[in-house]
């Protein structure tokens, strides 16, 4: 059976909760993966902490190619084993496995986005500050993510808001 792995548009929350990160009136990548390794999406999902109804959001499942935006990196502990606990730790570094680790690698909450030319889009969906997204693929049909591509979470919205985001993948 293949290991799958969790990341979130934060750091591993240990004392206190995982915090929602702004999205912003302009693009804003919210979670950017860059997998040494091919990888399978088998979910993501997205949720707001909005308090009244407003325009929804774009909420973005996309594969950039080799274009990464700048983002705050992952730590080896911010991916984590979710299937199996006892499957292979991400090593650290922008040469670990089975994400690369870096600002222009896998992190979240972009401080610029980059150029992009090519980009396959895996989803797709516009979601009210007030609600949440999730989407789960079947077996055999999962959105994949070559080895050195770029998957990036990316959000839109009128009014900033504050949202949480993650990906189970699988290698």
């Not at 950017?32 to 109804?53: C, M, N, R, T, Y």
């Not at 959001?57 to 990464?68: D, P, S």
């Not at 979710?82 to 690369?100: E, I, K, M, R, V």
């Amino acid at each position: 059976m293949a290991n799958t792995y969790a990341v979130w548009n934060g750091a591993m929350p240990t004392t206190a909760a995982l915090a929602p990160v702004a999205t912003g009136t302009a693009i804003k990548t919210m979670l950017q993966l860059v997998p040494a390794v091919p990888i399978k999406i088998v979910e993501w999902g997205v949720s707001f902490d909005g308090s009244a109804a407003a325009t929804p959001g774009k909420c973005e499942l996309i594969h950039t190619g080799t274009v990464a935006a700048t983002v705050t990196a992952y730590a080896a502990a911010d991916v984590f084993p979710y299937f199996d606990p006892n499957a292979p730790a991400n090593s650290a570094g922008s040469t670990g496995t089975p994400l690369n680790l870096g600002t222009a690698l896998s992190g979240y909450t972009a401080s610029a986005e980059g150029s992009i030319t090519a980009t396959r889009l895996g989803d797709y969906q516009l979601v009210a500050p007030t609600n949440q997204w999730a989407k789960q693929w079947p077996l055999a049909r999962e959105f994949g993510i070559p080895a050195g591509g770029v998957l990036r979470i990316r959000m839109t919205f009128g009014t900033t808001i504050n949202a949480l985001c993650y990906v189970i993948f699988e290698v």
